[in-house]
Nanobody, 121 residues
Framework: QVQLVESGGGLVQAGGSLRLSCVAS????????MAWYRQAPGKDRELVAA???????NYADSVKGRFTISRDNAEKTVYLQMNSLKPEDTAVYYC???????????????WGQGTQVTVSS
């Protein structure tokens, strides 16, 4: 079974920085899309940033210029560098990966358990 383990969440002051990591383990042949989502209380889950195997990226307008998504294929890890954090960034952050287990290239999406990011004002 594939497992995603997140780390790096916590409490940070407005204007500060935080770096989230998500490591995949298990039966993995290749990883295509990697992404970070977040969900604030009472709000819908939204895409924060995504990165393809070719390292093309896209970001939510609210975080563009402040957040950077990156990946390390050797370590099966996706990162989210968050700078200039705002109280509005407070949410549970989830990582997700599109993973294939063989040369068939059939993929499945997997999710982490979520990690809390709280930005104080």
């Amino acid at each position: 079974q594939v497992q995603l383990v997140e780390s790096g969440g916590g409490l940070v002051q407005a204007g500060g920085s935080l770096r989230l990591s998500c490591v995949a383990s298990g039966r993995i042949f290749s990883i295509n899309r990697m992404a970070w989502y977040r969900q604030a209380p009472g709000k819908d889950r939204e895409l924060v940033a995504a990165i393809t195997r070719g390292r093309s990226t896209n970001y939510a307008d609210s975080v563009k210029g402040r957040f950077t998504i990156s990946r390390d294929n050797a370590e099966k890890t996706v990162y989210l560098q968050m700078n200039s954090l705002k109280p509005e960034d407070t949410a549970v952050y989830y990582c997700t990966m599109e993973i294939s287990g063989s040369l068939s290239y059939t993929t499945n999406n997997y999710w982490g358990q979520g990690t809390q990011v709280t930005v104080s004002s």
